[in-house]
């Protein structure tokens, strides 16, 4: 908030001061502009490019010539195709309604009452979205499958028969542990960020504790909570490891789309499953941002004081067990594979036959190169995406344009596309012509940035729909420059929203690999490809130690990261 | 970083000579075939010190998808043991080229205008979970998947999602028509991932299932509880195969790899790893029921591949049922 005060302070009529207002501001503009230029370049044109061609026959182009809905066709005489529609859409509301309501008591709990290891429980959080694909949904069935450990156990010391996990119970239970995340850390920050002036007032003018709740804390958590439910529900409509194993016979149409490539290489088919996906999700984004509207609140005031904290007995208990229990569930895959990875033989049966440091030693020699690659290109993905992000973010809440709806829908499109599709298309287009970036780190870079630059914009969105108008407009009142503003006054207040964007999206980005697959070469191999390399060759275990070192390596890193910015993770998601 | 400068440097060094002799330079392995491929690749460097291997590693799926998509300006050269079908869903983006090791070869394992070479046969078998069923109660055949005492015991891969199931699929229908083939998915539990079938099976999921030889011989050597059966009524004859693609940017040292590739060294080393070799002077891998043993009959990909619309939409319609 110091920023904010110096910016305000700052004195008008001195022409010196960096900042102050000379002449037109073009800033904007050329912000703007290469903006604009990043997304067509990027991401428009390559990826409808590639969409249009869900048009054309299995191999060929799109042309006016050869134009049919054949790929569709399956949509409404094929009964699979349409209970996979129908499974995807359940499966999609429950998975997003579940992980809001799991992540909600969390967020409170962590922002509003007075709990130890708040920084270690806020890393611990992210590790649920590193989870290799496959090994990841594998672990349940080590734990919960017909042969499972708990399983057994539980039939044997209890007798308590657990329902099979395979169908809606497996993937609904898999997929609400590991997105629950977006939505906790997102209102989290929110609600630790909350002027306790407003809930004092209330208090002053008579209001219970329920109500204060009621009309208070819920309201300010729903834009960031909307945010984080946007993401859990692209996530759940775009996951197929979780399905394609725990699925059983209920079939998504992830799974669908990513097997028409596996098993029968028709991308354009991929591509027009894909294009219903993006419909489904398009009306999703289109009532949020109609709920969305309907629901301002500016909150972020002039206070440098905490949010306060419940010190109660009873609630610190209750806080203890709801926080960590869950965190305990949903890092039972990560568990899994920590554990496998020490299993030198584990032939079908409960436990392993032996274990040892064998794993580690096989993959030491593959694992040194890749990772530095993953840690250099995600960081600099990272970092565009950042930069973009916020600027889209802000000028999308802030500016009133035509056509709004298209930008998100353009900045949401490869996040919402599987992987592969938007692989394709930047391995397309600049494979060959004026520009040629395949078998470069520039074209991975890309790929990232194009595939994760959503997840700053909705957290610049939502952190941006808090800041009042008024300091902005306060600043330029001061003479201060467009670009002067966003830098001393915008940025530091929806910095904390910034921060917890950056750190998904770097720890998200480790382990990327649909998109990856199609663009790496061998000079740049990812940590993730490593993975799944050793999933190819059918040596789980040799994989799981690579997702191990993954995991322990990311948590250091983002841990760390957080103390040289010189702030501890509670406070960085503020 | 410095392997990377090297690596570099290799290359400026090598078009500053202007011209470049064979057995130096580099060449891109796409490579499907997961360790196999990799000890292939090593096998070779050791061959050819002066060339520079680099392999891109992934599933058949990815790795056709990124050559089709690189077609305008093509980046791999070779590609390593994918899946017969693969080519046939894929003319065009394969070099033709005559082997110095053609006449070592059937014909039916080459390509039209021999655009690529045999590699392994990944025969189908039955893969049975030892101590979830006693052997006496072991299926013998594809008929016997029909029995309806294997109610529920049965674990496939769906045929229309995955390219190995479908070529199941195909093999029960050229072998007995519809009838059986609706006895074996009232039975069965059709899931999307073939991965999933053989590794079910192995941890004790679920009774049978089927799947590729070397799938099952790699869990046997691994100490899993599983047994390998072959249908005493026949396994198809399939088999995947090594390629150049077309246009890509190391010709002559493409045609040096796939010269290795079809060597009956290289099909030596695709044996150690439990994959049976289409050459007939290579002996099945240790372990694995000899070729002549197995009752198989002449699978055919071609007429599986034309039929295949028509049979998906009547499965996908029963399927729903």
């Known amino acids: 908030m110091t920023d904010l005060a110096r910016a305000e302070a700052a004195p008008v009529p001195e022409p010196a001061i960096p900042g102050q207002r000379r002449g037109p501001d073009y800033l904007p503009w050329i912000a703007g502009a290469l903006t604009l230029f990043v997304l067509v370049a990027f991401m428009v044109y390559p990826i409808l490019k590639t969409l249009a061609n869900s048009f054309a026959p299995a191999g060929e182009v799109i042309s006016f010539a050869n134009a049919t809905f054949a790929n569709f066709e399956r949509f409404w005489t094929s009964r699979l195709y349409q209970n996979a529609l129908r499974n995807t859409l359940i499966i999609g509301v429950v998975v997003t309604i579940l992980s809001t309501l799991v992540a909600l008591p969390m967020a409170y ?116 909570m909307l945010a984080g439910a946007m993401i859990v529900m692209i996530e759940a409509l775009g996951e197929f ?176 596309l599987p992987g592969i599709v938007t692989g394709v298309a930047l391995l397309v287009t600049y494979n060959s012509g004026p520009v040629v970036l395949t078998g470069t780190a520039i074209i991975l870079v890309i790929g990232y940035f194009v595939r994760r630059i959503a997840y700053i914009y909705r957290s610049v969105v939502a952190a941006v729909g808090q800041v009042d108008p008024k300091m902005e407009e306060a600043s330029a009142v001061a003479g201060a420059t467009w670009g002067y503003t966003m830098r001393k006054v915008t940025v530091p207040l929806i910095a904390p929203g910034i921060l917890a964007g950056a750190i998904i999206v770097f720890t998200t980005l480790i382990s990327e690999m649909s998109t990856t697959v199609m663009l790496y070469s061998a000079q740049w191999k990812t940590i993730s490809i490593a993975i799944y390399e050793r999933l190819e060759s059918q040596e789980i275990q040799a994989a799981a130690a690579i997702g191990a070192i993954t995991i322990v390596v990311t948590l250091i890193l983002v841990f760390s990261a957080t103390k040289v910015i010189g702030k501890s993770m509670s406070e960085l998601f503020r | 970083m410095a392997t990377r400068t090297a690596f570099l440097a290799a290359g400026f060094a090598v078009a500053a000579f202007g011209a470049v002799q064979a057995q130096e330079g580099q060449v891109v392995v796409y490579n499907p075939a997961g360790n196999a491929g990799e000890l292939l690749i090593d096998a070779f460097s050791e061959k050819y010190p002066g060339i520079t291997v680099s392999a891109i590693n992934a599933g058949v799926g990815e790795l056709f998808t990124r050559i089709a998509a690189e077609r305008a300006n093509p980046r791999g050269d070779v590609i390593i043991c994918a899946s017969s079908e693969a080519f046939l869903a894929n003319p065009g983006l394969f070099a033709s080229y005559e082997s110095s090791e053609l006449e070592n070869f059937s014909p039916d394992v080459i390509g039209e205008d021999n655009t690529y070479y ?51 699929l195909a093999q029960i229908l050229q072998l007995h028509g519809w009838d059986v083939a609706e006895g074996v998915m009232n039975n069965a539990r059709f899931v999307t991932s073939s991965q999933a079938v053989f590794q079910d099976v192995g941890r004790g999921e679920i009774e049978i299932g089927v799947t590729g030889e070397a799938n099952i011989k790699n869990m046997l050597d691994d100490g899993f509880p599983v047994a390998a059966i072959y249908p005493s009524d026949g396994t198809g004859l399939r088999f995947d195969a090594s390629a150049i693609i077309d246009g890509g940017p190391n010709r002559a040292n493409a045609e040096l790899f796939l010269d ?39 699978y055919d990909a071609a007429l599986a591949a034309q039929t295949r619309d028509e049979n998906i939409r009547r499965w996908d319609d029963l399927f729903a049922q």
């Open chain 1, 241 to 416: 490891g979780v399905p394609a194993i725990l699925g059983g016979e209920m079939y998504v149409l992830s799974t669908l789309m990513y097997f028409q490539i596996h098993g029968f290489f028709n991308l354009n088919g991929a591509a027009a499953i894909a294009l219903v996906n993006v419909a489904i999700t398009l009306v999703a984004i289109l009532l949020l941002i109609r709920f969305n509207k309907k629901r301002r609140f500016i909150t972020v005031g002039s206070t440098t004081r905490r949010a306060a904290q419940h010190t109660g007995r009873g609630i610190k208990i209750i806080a203890y067990v709801y926080v960590w229990g869950l965190l305990a569930f949903a890092l039972l895959p990560q568990a899994v594979i920590l554990f496998t990875s020490f299993a030198e033989r584990w032939p079908g049966t409960l436990w392993p036959t032996q274990y040892g440091w064998g794993n580690y030693q096989y993959v030491f020699s593959r694992v040194m190169q890749p990772l530095q690659n993953s840690l250099l290109l995600a960081t600099v993905a990272t970092i565009a995406c950042v930069i973009f992000g916020t600027l889209t973010g802000y000028v999308a809440e802030r500016k009133k344009f035509a056509g709004k709806w298209a930008l998100d829908l353009t900045i949401m499109l490869p996040f919402i």
């Open chain 2, 260 to 298: 290795f590739l079809n060597s009956k060294e290289a099909h030596e080393i695709v044996a150690s790893t439990n994959r049976r070799s289409v050459r007939a002077d290579v002996a099945a891998p240790d372990g694995l029921a000899a070729t002549a043993d197995i009752v198989t009959f002449p």
């Open chain 1, 109 to 224: 709990f962590v922002a509003r009452v007075d709990m130890r290891f708040k920084p270690l429980i806020l890393s611990l959080s992210i590790i649920p979205l590193i989870s290799p694909p496959f090994i990841g949904a594998y672990a349940w069935v080590i734990l919960f499958g017909r042969s499972g450990i708990f399983t057994h156990y539980l039939g044997e010391w209890f007798g308590i028969s657990v329902p099979p996990i395979y169908g809606y119970n497996g993937v609904i239970l898999a997929m609400v542990l590991s997105n629950f995340t977006y939505v906790f850390l997102f209102v989290q920050g929110a609600l630790a960020a909350v002027d306790p002036h407003l809930e004092e007032s209330a208090k002053v003018m008579g209001a219970s504790r329920a109500r204060v709740l009621r009309t208070v804390v819920l309201p300010l958590a729903i834009p960031p």
């Open chain 2, 118 to 168: 045999g590699c392994s046969m990944p025969l189908q078998a039955f893969i049975v979970n030892t101590r979830l069923l006693p052997e006496d109660e072991h299926p013998q055949s594809w008929d016997d998947l029909a029995d309806p005492r294997y109610e529920g015991k049965i674990i496939l891969a769906n045929p229309s999602l995955s390219g190995s199931a479908y070529a199941q």
